[in-house]
């Protein structure tokens, strides 16, 4: 089964997410919010899938590319 990261495009806080562990998504789902120069900017998912992992929670600081969770595909 192949693992795929659902990564932040932006470096900011973490104010939601959006998903938990075990949880199937589709694609283009919502993963998390994620407040970048005072702007909240959705985090989706980039394939279907289940979520194996969420690597964040709200109030974390993010790096742009920074993987916020992890998809089994």
Do not use: C, F, H, Y
Request: charged share 20%; hydrophobic share 60%.
């Amino acid at each position: 089964m192949a693992e795929m990261p659902v990564r932040s495009e932006v470096a900011g806080v973490v104010l939601r997410v959006a998903v938990a562990a075990g949880a199937r998504i589709a694609e283009g789902d919502e993963v998390a919010i994620v407040e970048a120069m005072k702007m909240e900017l959705p985090v989706l998912s980039p394939a279907a899938g289940t979520v194996r992992a969420v690597l964040v929670k709200a109030g974390d600081q993010v790096a742009e590319g920074q993987a916020l969770a992890m998809l089994s595909r």
